[in-house]
């Protein structure tokens, strides 16, 4: 049986991480509120039909059907939203949650992107104005995290 004292380096290790996965935590919540309102603008400027039962052939077609100015309308409204996720995360976590969340983000728009026959031009802007997104918040949650005195990592 052995003895491990506390110290404050495993100190610092255990706030570290509850710090960091409370900033994963809240920057999903701010993304997923977020990620709810464009979704309810979208179904607000184009709403299911009344017969509509949610069966994936159905969704394609409602998808196809969009008008490009909703689509137009939702890239930087997503945009937006991966900002937000992935400054949160880097601003009270650190840089390994920032790119983890942009990284989820990321693998969400792509999945629907592949999923739903979206117009080519949505499928290029859509991932790049996520991408830009996430880089600027990266940079920003960084940059403030460097200068506010201490360093997050």
């Known amino acids: 049986m052995s003895y491990r004292p506390t110290t404050p380096t495993s100190a610092c290790d255990m706030s570290t991480a509850i710090r960091v996965f409370g900033a994963i935590v809240g920057a999903i919540a701010a993304s997923f509120a977020l990620l709810i309102a ?3 603008f979208s179904s607000v400027v184009h709403p299911f039909p009344p ?12 998808v196809a059907w969009y008008p490009h100015w909703v689509l137009a309308a939702v890239v930087p409204m997503w945009g937006g939203t991966a900002f937000v996720g992935t400054w949160i995360a880097g601003r009270f976590g650190n840089r390994i949650s ?21 117009p080519l031009w949505f499928k ?30």
Not at 126 to 148: D, F, H, K, M, R
């Open 98 to 118: 920032a790119i983890f969340l942009a990284l989820l983000l990321l693998a969400a728009v792509t999945l629907n992107l592949v999923m739903l026959p979206y």
């Open 38 to 40: 464009v979704e309810l």
């Open 124 to 153: 290029i802007s859509q991932p790049l104005a996520i991408l830009i997104a996430v880089i600027v918040a990266y940079q920003a949650s960084c940059n403030e995290t460097s200068s506010g005195g201490g360093e997050h990592g």
């Open 51 to 62: 017969d509509f039962d949610g069966t994936p052939e159905e969704m394609c077609a409602h």
